[in-house]
């Protein structure tokens, strides 16, 4: 089992920047590929990021965020940046593993305009 604790949102205003952590604890050696998405309300989850040994990236966030992972602290981050109001959301870390797939509780983003 994978366990993904999430941390770093909050309030940021157009244009402004902001770091989100996931640390990982468990069978992390089982993970395959990390994910970083969101949901804003009435939409579906989407992905913003993925490592699985190469980095990719939606045309929506391409060259404003970039994941990362520190291997001493078993954690995972996204850097967000030139934030835009239409990034609001709740975003979520996600680990597909050996052993099935497995989220982070959310940390809700809010750009104010």
């Known amino acids: 089992q994978v366990r993904l604790v999430e941390s770093g949102g909050g309030l940021v205003q157009a244009g402004g920047s902001l770091r989100l952590s996931c640390a990982d604890s468990g069978r992390t050696s089982s993970i395959k590929t990390m994910g970083w998405y969101r949901q804003a309300p009435g939409t579906q989850r989407e992905l913003v990021a993925s490592?699985?040994?190469?980095?990719n990236y939606p045309d929506s966030v391409r060259g404003r965020f970039t994941i990362s992972r520190d291997n001493a602290k078993n954690t995972w981050y996204l850097q967000m940046s030139s934030l835009k109001p239409e990034d609001t959301a709740v975003y979520y870390c996600g680990a597909l593993t050996t052993r099935g797939y497995y989220w982070g509780q959310g940390t809700q983003v809010t750009v104010s305009s």
């Open positions: 490592n699985d040994g190469t980095t």
